[in-house]
């Protein structure tokens, strides 16, 4: 697993942000799914093909799984809800998701065959029914993924599996089960889709949203209060998926990315400026050199260069120098 893919699991574990993320997708931002009805489940999905044959299990991990308890209207519902976190744009997400949930769904069946195998409950079902393992009266618990991109650039890849097909006979297509995916792009998030978000995931989200635009960027910081203290699992991801290079003090729980980043413009633009002296010096220099028909060293004296600066000239003179 890489680095972004272990921060930005390590992010959405917790419970809060998961809870935000589909609270946002499912239900428009309105705080349904609450966090402390999350129970985290095993992300290994195992299923073996049904039938009664000796088949090779298939086995997959997820990045994160949480089972959910929802109260509407008094009544509970039970769902299954898994996030896939993408640093990039994966061509075969709908084939990827679709695996990880009909896995789970399989699972499902066979769990609920096992408790009518231990009961030994067959008196009054059909033989389909009975070899099966699933009864007419069993249920499903609906599983949901959602793919978030934490990336900028815009999802160009199938969002379905029928796009995935080398046909787009419509005729054809009918007759072939289409499986889409959930998915948050950063880039497609207006403004008033950051509202709904009620956790750092909006301040995540927006961040990389604006990182390729400078002054959309600015204008981020400045109306986001969240960045000012934001937790530092939150920074890192946007770290690590923006490639900003904000200083993290790893023993501070919050950090102050619009401070941050503002120091890391100001070290930018100092580097940039020193920059631009030393080439400045480093033309004058060779001019000196060519009028006079003397050798850097002796221009350098002329010129009365510091000797700070005579050794990166003459790196920069001779071409070796990076800068």
């Known amino acids: ?22 609270n946002y997708f499912i239900y428009n931002g309105k705080q349904v799914i609450k966090p402390e009805n999350l129970q985290e489940l095993d992300t290994t999905e195992i299923a073996i093909p049904f039938g009664n044959g ?3 299990a298939v086995q997959k991990f997820r990045d994160l799984l949480k089972a959910a308890i929802l109260m509407r209207d008094d009544n509970a519902a ?9 640093s990039d744009v994966k061509y075969a997400e709908p084939v990827k998701t679709g695996l990880y949930d009909f896995l789970q769904y399989s699972k499902q069946v066979q769990q609920t065959a096992g408790k009518h195998r231990k009961a030994k409950d067959r008196k009054g079902h059909e033989d389909g029914e009975f070899l099966s393992g699933f009864y007419k009266e069993d249920k499903l618990t609906p599983v949901i993924t ?6 900028s650039r815009k999802w160009d890849g199938p969002r379905s599996l029928q796009e995935m097909m080398s046909t787009q006979d419509s005729d054809i297509l009918k007759c072939v089960a289409d499986y889409k995916i959930n998915l948050i792009e950063p ?30 960027l600015d204008d981020f910081l400045s109306n986001e209060s969240g960045l000012e203290k934001l937790d530092v699992e939150a920074a890192r991801v946007i770290k690590a998926c923006t490639n900003t290079d904000i200083r993290i003090d ?24 020193e920059k631009a ?47």
Do not use: P, W
């Open 1 to 22: 697993m890489g680095k972004i893919d272990t921060i930005t699991k390590d992010y959405m574990k917790k419970n809060s942000i998961f809870a935000d993320a589909f």
């Open 54 to 56: 000796n088949e090779v």
């Open 78 to 86: 039970y769902l299954i809800l898994g996030v896939e976190n993408e």
């Open 146 to 151: 959602l793919v978030i991109l934490f990336g």
């Open 187 to 216: 880039a497609t998030l207006g403004a008033d889709d950051l509202e709904k978000f009620h956790s750092n995931l909006r301040a995540v989200l927006g961040f990389i949203k604006y990182s390729n635009s400078g002054e959309e």
């Open 250 to 273: 790893e023993k501070a729980e919050v950090v102050d990315v619009c401070k941050a980043v503002r120091e890391m413009n100001e070290k930018a633009a100092e580097k940039a400026a």
């Open 277 to 323: 002296r030393l080439e400045t010096l480093r033309d004058t220099i060779k001019n000196a050199m060519d009028s006079l028909k003397i050798g850097a060293e002796e221009a350098m004296h002329i010129l009365k260069i510091g000797k700070e600066d005579q050794e990166i000239l003459m790196k920069m003179i001779s071409g070796t120098c990076e800068n």
